[in-house]
């Protein structure tokens, strides 16, 4: 198994909290990305990168920041997190933009 | 827009029957197609993907796609499911944006396995 672990993997917090999900690769791929997946809707992309320092957005960005300042590692902020920010978060990584994605456990976080 | 379509929400099949799973695209060129599976509580798994070459592919666990340029479909078979089986599966699409292939994934289809 690809080696991508998230942190934490349950969180509640309370409405305008600001929340941080770490995502950490052990495998030097170059794509890290950051979905959410909801009932009916599936894996939406938040965000992504194809480097250090060179992340993009992806489907639904609104409310969500990422950083990544090191190959091993992805961050997802949520600035000041919502009810609608309820969902479990999945870290995925990739070697190139076309290549199989590997996923990780996933986060659920909750907003209350 | 580009899109990924999986018509089917919810499949239910008998252990032992086969199985088909639809995926069709919505994309100007031929895109890269992967089909993946998730069980319950866990991250995605890649059961197989398309780039070029043969349209028909094979994939883990005896899961085959066929991709069919004509229909712009990539379904998913199985000749005999079996009760393991039963999981979300997930059709995907590499698209192009801006020098980055994104990925663009369909919402699921659901596959209950009856005894």
Not at chain 2, 10 to 36: D, K, M, Q
Not at chain 2, 91 to 107: E, H, K, M, Q
């Amino acid at each position: 198994d690809a080696g991508i672990t998230q942190s934490p993997r349950h969180k509640v917090t309370e409405t305008g909290t600001p929340v941080t999900l770490r995502c950490h690769q052990t495998e030097n791929h170059r794509y890290m990305y950051w979905y959410r997946q909801d009932p009916g809707h599936g894996l939406r992309l938040i965000h992504y990168s194809y480097g250090v320092k060179d992340t993009d957005k992806g489907e639904v960005s609104d409310g969500y920041s990422v950083s990544r300042s090191k190959t091993e590692d992805f961050l997802l902020t949520l600035e000041s997190a919502t009810s609608s920010q309820t969902s479990v978060y999945f870290c995925a990584i990739g070697e190139t933009g076309l290549d199989e994605q590997y996923f990780g456990p996933g986060t659920r976080l909750t907003v209350t | 827009a580009q899109s990924v379509t999986q018509p089917d929400i919810h499949i239910t099949v008998s252990e032992g029957a086969s199985l088909e799973l639809r995926c069709n695209y919505s994309y100007g060129a031929t895109p890269y197609l992967f089909w993946y599976v998730q069980s319950p509580g866990q991250g995605l798994q890649l059961l197989l993907k398309y780039f070029s070459g043969d349209t028909l592919v094979q994939g883990i666990k005896g899961f085959e796609a066929e991709f069919k340029r004509s229909q712009s479909s990539f379904n998913l078979r199985k000749p005999s499911v079996h009760w393991s089986d039963a999981a979300e599966y997930f059709c995907a699409v590499a698209l192009s944006s801006g020098g980055s292939y994104i990925p663009t994934f369909g919402r699921g289809t659901s596959l209950i396995v009856h005894p």
